[in-house]
T-cell receptor, first 117, second 112 residues
């Protein structure tokens, strides 16, 4: 499968600041990238779907102005949490899909732990 | 469908026993299902998948069963090992696009 990395693996920030999380597909052209959020002891919830070169499609209830997604290349997508607040503290996970994947298969990154103080 | 913030159910098994993890999915139109394993602080790891035109698929030490009549999916792990301890999620692919919807998850604890 595809090798997916995320940076940083964890970040602590002050309330009101913005945080950028990178998702890289190291050996795979990711035409589609997904961003998920996972709160402690809960499942993964899809936040948005981004296609390379297009605007992201956000799930219902996810503020697009707060969670800025950029998928400028086939190997990189970024998620920026703007004006972060403690309730944004979560585990953010990206996944990739593309022409090399089989039927709707996704490959997941290792996740980024965000803690907002 | 939407998952909600509930405590995850826990399955405790003795090392060497077989484990069965169950999942109810939400959309009868879903046509592709995947089981993922997630260890603490890591992203989900693919275990096995199954398409809706099948009712059983076997991998190495794992078997997935699909019952479309009752919208139920199960993961069987043979000879469970301590390294199998993790949270297990089922995911369904909705008929539109590549979106995956994850189930609530089950914690598997293997006792040595």
């Amino acid at each position: 499968g595809a090798v997916v990395s995320q940076h940083p693996s964890w970040v602590i920030c002050k309330s009101g600041t913005s945080v950028k999380i990178e998702c890289r597909s190291l050996d795979f052209q990711a035409t589609t990238m997904f961003w998920y959020r996972q709160f402690p002891k809960q499942s993964l919830m899809l936040m948005a779907t981004s296609n390379e070169g297009s605007k992201a499609t956000y799930e219902q209830g996810v503020e697009k102005d707060k969670f800025l997604i950029n998928h400028a290349s086939l190997t990189l997508s970024t998620l920026t949490v703007t004006s972060a607040h403690p309730e944004d503290s979560s585990f953010y996970i990206c996944s990739v899909a593309g022409t090399r994947t089989s039927y709707n298969e996704q490959f997941f990154g290792p996740g980024t732990r965000l803690t907002v103080l | 469908g939407e998952n909600v913030g509930l405590h995850l159910p826990t399955l405790s098994v003795q090392e060497g026993d077989n484990s069965i993890i169950n999942c109810a999915y939400s959309n009868s139109a879903s046509d592709y299902f995947i089981w993922y394993k997630q260890e603490s602080g890591k992203g989900p790891q693919f275990i096995i998948d199954i398409r809706s035109n099948m009712d059983k698929r076997q991998g190495q030490r794992v078997t997935v069963l699909l019952n479309k009549t009752v919208k139920h999916l199960s993961l069987q792990i043979a000879a469970t090992q301590p390294g199998d301890s993790a949270v297990y999620f089922c995911a369904e692919n909705m008929e539109y696009g590549n979106k995956l919807v994850f189930g609530a998850g089950t914690i598997l604890r293997v006792k040595s």
